[in-house]
């Protein structure tokens, strides 16, 4: 329920944020900074806030992360000049970053091996629904006044920080903190296995913000369609891949184990990224968008679990370094999507094929890297 509620009051600015920026003066590039930036502090500042959750618990750093997301918005609201706009997100990217991995590492707290996958679904169900009403309310309420959005995502998310202050209750004891030396934890998940996890995440993660960054000119150029029908079409990818992480993705982690559905994630993902070359009207696009949609969304639950039990008493730090790795992937993958676009439309999908392949190839090397060890 957290997260669903972090996730709509973020998602309740994603229409509204290009327009906003512009009333204030921003460039396209300027625009491109500014959401760039927040990528960056999320990508600087998850580990931190991770690693220090296995220290001082789970609790303080999700109402650390949601306070930093009411303040933002707030700030949005009120903003005048582009300045305070750049503010507002450094800020934003900064104290949020702490929102997913405490929230992930929260789950491995109080699920059992067996039940972690299920559980990590259903945070990435519950953060697919966010992104999907959030944004349709969004839109709605900026057709009077862009500060609209604003004002309610900032009320939306002091509600969270109340419902999680009165009501969740702390997940990890103070006997199971952790005080591992921060400098030692990082260098020994480079020299792991589990390193090959953390890029196969990134090469994910970029495949899809190339997709998100290109898809609305290349489905305008190819079939002809606009912003209404792109809404429909996000939607129902929302929809598919939440009803697949929220409702099965425990029974198929429990039959085949997360591995096996990691890599079906991935050859499901390559799969819509080949299809999405064919697309021709709107059915064609929503179709092919959702198998996309169902392959990319089983793949980060399954990694939150294989990877938070590789670390069972540095949780945290492990859901932080995933996080930090989803953003690096959301830092590059938009700016190179949209220049390969500018050379040929169909260049992006082919790049997304490609990183699939190595996302596929990472898995092996993980396995291959983990049975080396075991034999060592």
């Given at each position: 329920m957290v997260m669903f509620l972090v996730m709509s009051g973020f998602g309740i600015i994603i229409p509204v944020l290009p327009f906003f920026a512009e009333n204030l003066g921003a460039t396209p590039t300027e625009l491109g900074l500014?959401?760039?930036?927040?990528?960056?502090?999320?990508?600087?500042?998850?580990?931190?806030?991770?690693?220090?959750?296995?220290?001082y618990g789970r609790k303080p750093f999700l109402l650390l992360g949601i306070s930093?997301?009411?303040?933002?918005?707030?700030?949005?609201?009120?903003?005048?000049?582009?300045?305070?706009?750049?503010?507002?997100?450094?800020?934003?990217?900064?104290?949020?970053a702490a929102t997913m991995p405490t929230a992930t590492a929260y789950v491995a707290d109080v699920t059992s091996v067996e039940e972690r996958g299920k559980g990590m679904g259903m945070i990435g169900a519950a953060i697919g629904l966010g992104f999907i009403f959030g944004p349709a309310i969004g839109g709605v309420l900026s057709k009077n006044d862009l500060h609209t959005p604003f004002w309610l995502a900032g009320c939306l998310?002091?509600?969270?920080?109340?419902?999680?202050?009165?009501?969740?209750?702390?997940?990890?004891?103070?006997?199971?903190?952790?005080?591992?030396?921060?400098?030692?934890?990082?260098?020994?998940?480079?020299?792991?296995?589990v390193m090959f996890l953390y890029l196969?995440?990134?090469?994910?993660?970029?495949?899809?913000?190339?997709?998100?960054?290109?898809?609305?000119?290349?489905?305008?150029?190819?079939?002809?369609?606009?912003?209404?029908?792109?809404?429909?079409?996000?939607?129902?990818?929302?929809?598919?891949?939440?009803?697949?992480?929220?409702?099965?993705?425990?029974?198929?982690?429990?039959?085949?184990?997360?591995?096996?559905?990691?890599?079906?994630?991935?050859v499901l993902s390559a799969l819509g990224f080949a299809l999405i070359l064919l697309v021709h009207n709107f059915w064609t696009a929503a179709f092919y968008l959702s198998i996309f949609g169902i392959g990319n969304g089983v793949i980060r639950p399954c990694l939150s679990s294989l990877i938070t039990k590789q670390a069972p008493d540095s949780e945290g730090s492990a859901a932080g370094f995933l996080s930090s790795f989803d953003s690096l992937g959301r830092l590059v993958g938009p700016p190179l999507a949209g220049w390969l676009f500018t050379i040929t439309a169909y260049l992006p999908y082919v790049l997304g094929?490609?990183?699939?392949?190595?996302?596929?190839?990472?898995?092996?090397?993980?396995?291959?890297?983990?049975?080396?060890?075991a034999i060592g």
């Open positions: 500014l959401m760039a930036v927040y990528s960056l502090m999320q990508l600087l500042f998850a580990p931190v806030w991770g690693r220090l959750s296995d220290r930093g997301l009411a303040l933002s918005f707030f700030l949005f609201a009120i903003a005048n000049t582009l300045s305070l706009l750049f503010i507002a997100r450094i800020i934003g990217g900064m104290l949020s998310s002091l509600a969270t920080f109340l419902l999680v202050l009165v009501f969740l209750k702390e997940s990890l004891p103070k006997e199971k903190r952790t005080h591992r030396a921060p400098k030692r934890l990082a260098l020994s998940i480079w020299k792991e296995p196969l995440q990134w090469f994910v993660s970029f495949s899809l913000a190339g997709l998100e960054a290109t898809f609305a000119y290349y489905a305008a150029q190819r079939a002809g369609l606009h912003s209404v029908e792109l809404g429909y079409i996000f939607m129902m990818m929302g929809l598919a891949s939440a009803f697949v992480q929220g409702g099965l993705i425990g029974k198929l982690i429990r039959t085949f184990g997360e591995g096996k559905v990691i890599q079906s994630g991935i094929i490609a990183l699939c392949s190595l996302a596929f190839l990472c898995y092996y090397l993980f396995v291959a890297k983990q049975k080396s060890h």
